[in-house]
């Protein structure tokens, strides 16, 4: 039986926002989710290094062909001009009316051949516009390893932590190459041919590591040798998911592919399986409430408007229009621990809604409010723990006027009333105290990350 598409399931729930709200949260319970405990392995990345294997969560969409450069060019806010061979880019994709799809990491591996890596939600409006449009390529989906049959096409490992380039100049079998952030090369490790790329998830510089899947365990063990003497430990899934909160990534804004007309045909080409599921304070009946700008997001300086690409007009306009800003969100500690009083006291009133440690999300968008005097200012939309800060941080979008830090606002924590979401018991909602700093919120981060 063919699954249903995006468009039938929005249609029969009778709104885009209230068939996300139905959803449930798939859990990744297939990826190992500690190694000692995420306590210990959210310090690794700051203390030593951290060793993260993305090679199993993550989508690959790999295209080749004569037309793979001007398919990327003509959908991605990005300038490709000098995107040669064995380079990167953050990738940013739009909506016709310049609103934010989706992003992911686009390597140029060789000439005509590329890897888009990343969530779904980028990658499938790629391969819609490969299958309906008129470019000369091939492409393979490699989907996760919950999804997919056999294994990866490639292994994907991380190295991050204020040891990493020690430890990886020490598992080459050549001299480290001098690499600036986001800047890619091939060296070798064990014998076998890989691919570097210079960035950092976690605040710190770091490293990724990649090539054929068969050469996974040489490298795995390659990299382990020589970094155990520095302190590398191996990362789990709950300490990972973290990550975000240090490099501000908002991994997870609601795709503005929900309503316009002109999407009409590729909801319907989209299976219901990637619609994806909506929670959080923030209730507007509108989708287009939930959607943000490149510019809302931080990646304004990623747009170039030297070549055409989806969007581009209106995303034009909207640069000349006042955006959201990112800002990272410091909760009251008091208040957050008043969230946990209140599962353990029982009174005449439902509890607060448990926060979950060390993510608390309960839907693919997690979209909370922000609120100042009880106007609202932005939203919210991750939020975890950082246990060697003692600190419960959110990322959020507010309007400029709250964005510098040390301004006080507070987070609405909870479903509105009459949510259903099955697996949130009943609760009441709570504002939560917070205070707005930079983000990111890793000073290395916002300091460092583009010198070296």
């Known amino acids: 039986m063919q699954e249903p598409s995006v468009e039938s399931v929005i249609r029969e729930a009778g709104s885009a926002v209230q068939a996300l709200r139905a959803q449930p949260f798939p859990q990744m319970t297939f990826l190992q989710q500690e190694f000692t405990n995420w306590q210990d392995e959210q310090r690794h990345w700051r203390d030593t290094a951290a060793f993260l294997d993305q090679s199993h969560h993550m989508v690959d969409l790999i295209v080749t062909g004569p037309d793979a450069l001007r398919l990327f060019s003509e959908l991605g806010v990005n300038s490709l001009r000098d995107f040669g061979p064995g380079r990167a880019k953050q990738y940013v994709v739009t909506a016709d009316d310049g ?39 091939e492409y393979h989906w490699d989907d996760n390893s919950w999804l997919r049959k056999g294994a990866p096409r490639y292994y994907r490992f991380e190295v991050q932590g204020p040891a990493a380039v020690d430890i990886v100049a020490k598992a080459l079998d050549e001299p480290l190459p001098e690499l600036r952030f986001f800047q890619m090369t091939s060296s070798r490790i064990a014998g076998r041919a890989v691919w570097m790329l210079r960035h950092g998830m976690a605040g710190q510089a770091g490293y990724e590591i990649f090539g054929p899947w068969a050469d996974g365990e040489a490298v795995r063990e390659a990299i382990f040798a020589a970094g155990s003497p520095f302190g590398l ?220």
């Open 99 to 137: 609103m934010l799809i989706a992003d992911g990491i686009l390597f140029h591996l060789e000439e005509g051949a590329f890897d888009l890596v990343g969530l779904p939600t980028a990658l499938k409006w790629v391969q819609y516009h490969i299958e309906t449009g008129d470019y000369d390529v």
């Open 233 to 452: 430990a191996p990362v789990g899934y709950r300490a990972y998911t973290t990550l975000t909160l240090e490099s501000a990534w908002i991994s997870l804004p609601v795709p503005a592919i929900y309503d316009a007309p002109e999407q009409t045909a590729y909801r319907e080409w989209l299976p219901a399986s990637q619609l994806g599921s909506l929670a959080g304070s923030f209730a507007s009946p509108d989708i287009r409430d939930y959607y943000v700008s490149p510019y809302d997001i931080g990646y304004g300086k990623l747009v170039d408007f030297e070549h055409e690409f989806r969007g581009r007009d209106a995303l034009r306009a909207l640069a000349e229009q006042p955006s959201l800003t990112k800002v990272t969100l410091h909760w009251n500690g008091s208040d957050v621990a008043e969230i946990f009083r209140s599962q353990c006291t029982p009174d005449d009133r439902p509890p607060a809604r448990l926060l979950d440690l060390p993510k608390s999300r309960a839907a693919r968008f997690q979209y909370d409010s922000v609120l100042s005097f009880g106007k609202r200012v932005g939203f919210s939309l991750d939020t975890g723990f950082l246990q060697p800060d003692r600190a419960v941080l959110s990322l959020a979008m507010v309007d400029s006027a709250y964005a510098e830090p040390g301004t006080e606002v507070a987070v609405r924590w909870g479903e509105p009333e009459g949510s259903a979401r099955p697996h949130i018991p009943p609760h009441r909602q709570v504002d939560i105290r917070a205070t707005v700093l930079p983000a990111p919120y890793s000073a290395y981060a916002r300091t460092a990350y583009r010198r070296g």
